[in-house]
């Protein structure tokens, strides 16, 4: 069974830092892009980065590019999100999802239950 | 840049009717790259559709897609009640990546 749980969310400053982790299990996660989607309060998803099997390629949302960081460990079978400078409107359900297929343009078929990020001073 | 605008925004429906949601792109989107999301209060999404008509694995038959180039449906025949909740188009291809629509809640 596929499995992603999620965790390291909580209450942080504006201005702070966190680092999300997403640990997986049931399937061969190196050969799986991975993505990080969020979800503020009452809205809708943001998807904000993904990576890529070997950790080689990452991209990211606007939003965040250059204060957020994605990256793997296939041997832990984990993904994390390091994210700095945090703002107010970082505040979401931080979801990790798996790509279907071990493809860049893909749907998310396997998602984690989140983990909530408030950024509040 | 792609906008991807749902509708309606609520929609009111009884089990047994049919649901007909739209998802419409501010352009072209492949139909390799739309996907369907279903997502109840407290949950994660849930992937129902993707390359615009394509169930996933385990997805009721009842649930179905369609569309292609600007206008997407997903369409529940039979609405059980498990089945109100918010739904969400994406699309996968272009820039932005990984887009979603803002959503369409389903309620009874």
């Known amino acids: 069974e596929v499995q992603l749980v999620e965790s390291g969310g909580g209450l942080v400053q504006p201005g702070g830092s966190l680092r999300l982790s997403c640990t997986a299990s049931?399937?061969?996660?190196?050969?799986?892009?991975m993505s990080w989607v969020r979800q503020a309060p009452g809205k809708g998803l943001e998807w904000v980065a993904n990576?890529?099997?070997?950790?080689?390629?990452?991209y990211f949302v606007d939003s965040v590019r250059g204060r957020f960081t994605i990256s793997r460990d296939n041997v832990r079978t984990s993904l994390s999100l390091r994210m700095n400078s945090l703002r107010g409107e970082d505040t979401a359900v931080y979801f990790c999802?798996?790509?279907?297929?071990?493809?860049?343009?893909?749907?998310?078929?396997?998602w984690g239950q989140g983990t909530l990020v408030s950024v509040s001073s | 840049e792609i906008v991807l605008t749902q509708s309606p925004g609520t929609l009111s429906l009884s089990p047994g009717e049919r649901a007909t949601l739209s998802c419409r792109a501010s352009?072209?989107?492949?139909?390799?790259?739309l996907a369907w999301y279903q997502q109840k209060p407290g949950q994660a999404p849930r992937l129902l559709i993707y390359?615009?008509?394509n169930r996933a694995t385990g997805i009721p038959d009842r649930f179905s897609g369609s569309g292609s180039g600007t206008d997407f449906t997903l369409t529940i025949r039979r609405l059980e009640p498990e089945d109100f909740a918010v739904y969400y188009c994406?699309?996968?291809?272009?820039?932005?990546?990984?887009?979603f629509g803002q959503g369409t809640k389903l309620e009874i």
């Open positions: 999802a798996r790509h279907l297929g071990p493809k860049f343009r893909a749907p998310l078929d396997y």
């Open positions: 049931g399937f061969t996660f190196s050969r799986y892009w």
């Open positions: 990576i890529n099997e070997d950790g080689s390629e990452k």
């Open positions: 352009q072209s989107v492949s139909s390799s790259y």
């Open positions: 390359g615009a008509s």
């Open positions: 994406q699309q996968y291809g272009n820039s932005p990546l990984y887009l």
